[in-house]
């Protein structure tokens, strides 16, 4: 039974968590074009052999041949490390700060839970979110359950530079 067939844009990123979680970045036997297809979720070899060169051609693994037994090796490069790490760093913890203050707001009690701008603070890719942006992405992110919740209401105030201060406002309980 095969693997259910995996979005084009994960298959590199899957092929590369899963050597590196096996080599690290160590060289080691490269599996078989049907193991990796079969791991991956590819239709067929080719597409296997397909992925490979394309993460070769991008600089991620690099192959060699092991002299006693005329093997494939495949090491997992600096880059394709860097980018399995990057894809699979933890979240970032909840948002306490907010989560206090909720808890202990009174209705009509005001907290800024982001300032800048949250759309293009969203947008941004995950590479380029340092640990200070995704911090305040969960603050939104739990102040957007808060509203759903009905707990809050949000709103925005611009502030004298341009930026946006993004507000949640305490609702009365069972309003």
């Known amino acids: 039974m095969s693997a259910p067939q995996a979005a084009p844009g994960e298959r590199l990123e899957t092929l590369l968590r899963w050597l590196a979680a096996d080599l690290g970045a160590s060289p080691g036997p490269c599996p078989s074009n ?36 005329q093997q494939r090796v495949v090491r997992v490069l600096p880059a394709g490390l860097d980018m399995v790490r990057r894809r699979t760093a933890p979240p970032p913890p909840p948002a306490p700060r907010f989560a206090d203050w909720l808890a202990t707001a009174r209705p009509g009690d005001r907290y800024t839970y982001f300032t800048g701008h949250l ?24 102040a957007d359950k808060a509203a759903s919740d009905g707990l809050v209401l949000l709103t925005t105030q611009r502030l004298p530079d341009g930026q946006c201060a993004y507000l949640a406002i305490r609702r009365r309980r069972g309003a």
């Open 34 to 69: 049907a193991v990796i297809a079969e791991r991956v979720g590819l239709a067929s070899y080719n597409q296997a052999t397909n992925l490979l060169t394309r993460a070769q051609n991008a600089g991620l693994i690099a192959f060699e041949t092991a002299r006693q037994h």
């Open 119 to 142: 759309a293009e603070a969203r947008g941004l890719p995950l590479q380029k979110r340092g640990v200070e942006m995704r911090l305040a992405l969960a603050q939104a992110a739990a």
